[in-house]
């Protein structure tokens, strides 16, 4: 079965004083994995992460890995968004933290694989934990990602050097999606600097019990797709109370899991 190894829950705070996010590591002895599990927004801090959605530059993870550090078709720096970042990176959280926590539990038990998780916010987080984990030599690769619902995290910079990884198998990173999800919409672009955001990974978007179609497998693109259906997804998260409700079923991780249940023979004849 799956054990809980750690969870840095803040077991001194309620969780509306929490300022770090919170995230937890399992071990799964049967599939010989361990996984790192990040949790959506629940406290004032995860908030003010997902406002602060300006980009930042900083240099290219990928640039880390000894086959990729001397290519010259990577970009130097990539921009992430900024409050995502940062959150993962603070003085009380880092991922450098995580790592301190996660690499011991990896040298005790060779030959498990790594997984990383996360809903919404999680998910922002769990992506780019990922892209740090495949971009060091010592973890067993590929490093496979699920995130559901998550939100943009860089540019298309970011994508170009995500694929790079992804080609070469040190990671897998998978985002699934449900089609009245706004979440997944935004945000749409940095204004310091001025950039637009772009998905990364292979998206499975998921429709509900009214359409003909059940799911759709795409890879990530920095031209923006589905202009029409991202807007209104947009309108009904921001702006149109009768499609708060419908967005608020369509965004939580239970609709997520329903959905993937009601779809497993489409999505293992995709392979």
């Known amino acids: 079965g799956i054990e809980m190894l750690y969870f840095n829950d803040q077991d001194d705070k309620g969780y509306r004083e929490q300022t770090e996010m919170v995230y937890g590591i399992t071990i799964d002895r049967i599939e010989k994995r361990v996984n790192v599990v990040f949790r959506g927004s629940r406290t004032p801090a995860d908030w003010a992460a997902n406002k602060n959605f300006n980009g930042l530059a900083v240099p290219n993870p990928v640039k880390d890995l000894a086959q990729f550090a001397n290519d010259s078709s990577l970009p130097k720096e990539v921009h992430l968004h900024a409050g995502f970042y940062e959150y993962l990176h603070r003085n009380d959280g880092t991922s450098e933290g995580i790592f301190e926590t996660l690499m011991p539990i990896m040298e005790k038990h060779p030959g498990f694989s790594l997984l990383v998780t996360g809903h919404s916010l999680g998910g922002a987080l769990a992506s780019l934990f990922a892209i740090s984990a495949a971009c060091r030599d010592d973890i067993p690769k590929p490093v496979k990602c ?78 923006v797709r589905n202009f029409a259906h991202n807007f209104t997804a947009l309108i009904k998260l921001f702006v149109i109370k ?26 293992r004849s995709l392979g």
Not at 247 to 261: D, G, M, N, T, V
């Open 146 to 223: 699920i995130t559901h619902a998550q939100p943009l995290v860089g540019d298309k910079y970011l994508l170009q050097s995500v694929r790079k990884l992804e080609e070469s198998n040190n990671l897998l990173l998978l985002r699934t999606r449900n089609y009245e999800d706004g979440v997944p919409c935004v945000p749409a672009f940095s204004t310091k600097p001025n950039f637009t955001y772009t998905h990364i990974g292979t998206e499975l978007m998921m429709y509900g019990d009214n359409t003909s179609n059940k799911i759709k497998l795409s890879q990530s693109d920095k031209n």
């Open 242 to 267: 009768a499609g708060q409700d419908k967005q608020r079923k369509a965004h939580s991780l239970r609709e997520h899991f329903l959905r993937l249940e009601k779809c497993e023979r489409e999505i």
